[in-house]
Structures are given as C-alpha cells and as structure tokens.
C-alpha cells in the first residue's frame, strides 16, 4: 500500500503562484511514477504532469511552461510549482503513484486551488 498526503492548495488571484506538495508513504519501493491530476466542477479528471522514477516528464499542453513537476527522493514527495495561475486552472488537484510491480494505482485526497480573475 502507498498512502498519499497532498498540501499547498488554496485561492490565488491570476497570474500568481502555488507550489501542491504529495508525500508518499508506505510501499514507496513500488512506484514508477507519480503525477498531478485535476478535475474542475462538471470536467473529468485529466492528467496535468506526470515524473517517472528515472526523472523524465510529462505535462498537459495547457500547463506547459507554466507548471513544473519535480521530486525529491529523500523526502519522498513530490512537488508541482504552478506559475502564471490562470481561473481555468480551478479545481481539485489529486496527486496519483502509479506502481506496475503492485498492478496498483493510489491516490490522495485532492486540494482544492482556487485561482480568481
């Protein structure tokens, strides 16, 4: 089992900042990757950026350039810097450990960011 915890949500106006913080525990030997999802009111969930365990990353084209997702290894947590916040980036952010050696995906709860225009 991996246990995932998300923090650094909150109300931001546009164009400012957030840095969303997921600290795993428990099976963390397991994961292959970890990411960032969110889901607005009404959207489904999407992908939003996305690090596997050599380092490599992904993002969803209307974030490029704006979020970055990193990790660090000591702390077993990962992180996502959001600049340049946009009131379409409102939603819940779910942080998400994908383990193939387990066949399982986990999940936090979500933090909810708000970004006002």
């Known amino acids: 089992q991996v246990r995932l915890v998300e923090s650094g949500g909150g109300l931001v106006q546009a164009g400012g900042s957030l840095r969303l913080s997921c600290a795993a525990s428990?099976?963390?030997?397991?994961?292959?990757?970890m990411g960032w999802y969110r889901q607005a009111p009404g959207k489904q969930r999407e992908l939003v950026a996305v690090?596997?365990?050599?380092?490599?990353?992904n993002y969803v084209d209307s974030v490029k350039g704006r979020f970055t997702i990193s990790s660090s290894n000591a702390k077993n947590t990962v992180y996502l810097q959001m600049n340049s916040l946009k009131p379409e980036d409102t939603a819940v952010y779910y942080c998400?450990?994908?383990?193939?050696?387990?066949?399982?995906?986990?999940w936090g709860r979500g933090t909810q960011v708000t970004v006002s225009s």
């Open positions: 428990g099976s963390i030997w397991s994961i292959n990757a």
């Open positions: 690090i596997a365990s050599g380092g490599s990353t």
């Open positions: 998400n450990a994908e383990s193939t050696k387990l066949n399982q995906n986990y």
